[in-house]
């Protein structure tokens, strides 16, 4: 019964733990050309964190907080205050 109980659980864990590898590869986050494109999704730009202060003047729009989206398009965060393509 043990042996039974120990091989559904192995194989349990196999499984789940492949699914999340497979959830993960299918949420690529996009990498934008420049903040003109960006800029049309994200009005505001993306913020890495929610408690990242804008360094450069007064912008119109709230940024869209996302980690990974942020890290994906580092490059166009040109006054590198953790918010890329802020307007």
Same mark, same amino acid.
Do not use: H, Q
């Given at each position: /019964?043990?042996?039974?109980? #120990? %091989?559904?659980?192995?194989? *349990?864990?196999?499984? *789940? ?5 497979? #959830?993960?590869?299918? $949420? @690529?986050? =996009? %990498?934008?050309?420049?903040? $003109? ?6 009005? &505001? &730009?993306? #913020? =890495? +964190?929610? @408690? $990242? =202060?804008? @360094?450069?003047?007064? %912008? @119109?729009? !709230?940024?869209?907080? +996302? ?8 490059? /166009? ?6 918010? #890329?393509?802020? !307007?």
């Amino acid at each position: /019964m043990k042996k039974i109980l #120990a %091989t559904i659980l192995g194989v *349990g864990l196999i499984f *789940g733990f492949s699914s999340i590898d497979s #959830a993960e590869a299918k $949420t @690529k986050v =996009k %990498t934008y050309k420049n903040c $003109t494109a960006l800029n049309k999704d994200y009005k &505001g &730009g993306v #913020a =890495k +964190s929610s @408690k $990242t =202060k804008n @360094k450069g003047g007064k %912008t @119109k729009y !709230k940024p869209y907080v +996302s980690a990974s989206l942020y890290k994906a398009n580092k490059k /166009m965060d040109r006054d590198k205050d953790g918010i #890329a393509c802020e !307007k």
